[in-house]
């Protein structure tokens, strides 16, 4: 069993910067792959980044692709995720998952485990 919880969403002017965090309990952290997805009012949750279980492959939508940036460190279970140039399309709630199959990362049926998401609010 894994329990997320993100942290770090909040208000921030459109060009600003957030990071988000989510952190992992347990003991098997480093073995699942751990991803973002985000869901804006009225519409789909969304995949957003994902990273391997070691942090060396990593995958983007193509909304935030050099935007966005995913890292993980596995001694404090936690995943980031470094929101830059933020724009008003990205507010949404942000949620991190794991996931034990880095290959299906895209797709939300492939995770095991969801945080309870975090609100980001980019004003233009």
């Known amino acids: 069993q894994v329990q997320l919880v993100e942290s770090g969403g909040g208000l921030v002017q459109a060009g600003g910067s957030l990071r988000l965090s989510c952190r992992a309990s347990g003991r098997t952290f480093s073995s699942y792959a751990m991803g973002w997805f985000r869901q804006a009012p009225g519409k789909e949750r969304e995949f957003v980044a994902v990273?391997?279980?070691?942090?060396?492959?990593?995958y983007y939508a193509d909304s935030v692709k050099g935007r966005f940036t995913i890292s993980r460190d596995n001694a404090k279970n936690t995943v980031y995720l470094q929101m830059n140039s933020l724009k008003s399309e990205d507010t949404a709630v942000y949620y991190c998952?794991?996931?034990?199959?880095?290959?299906?990362?895209?797709?939300?049926?492939?995770?095991?485990?969801w945080g309870q998401g975090t609100q980001v609010t980019v004003s233009s």
């Open positions: 998952a794991a996931t034990s199959d880095y290959g299906l990362g895209g797709y939300q049926y492939a995770y095991h485990y």
């Open positions: 990273i391997s279980w070691n942090g060396d492959y990593t």
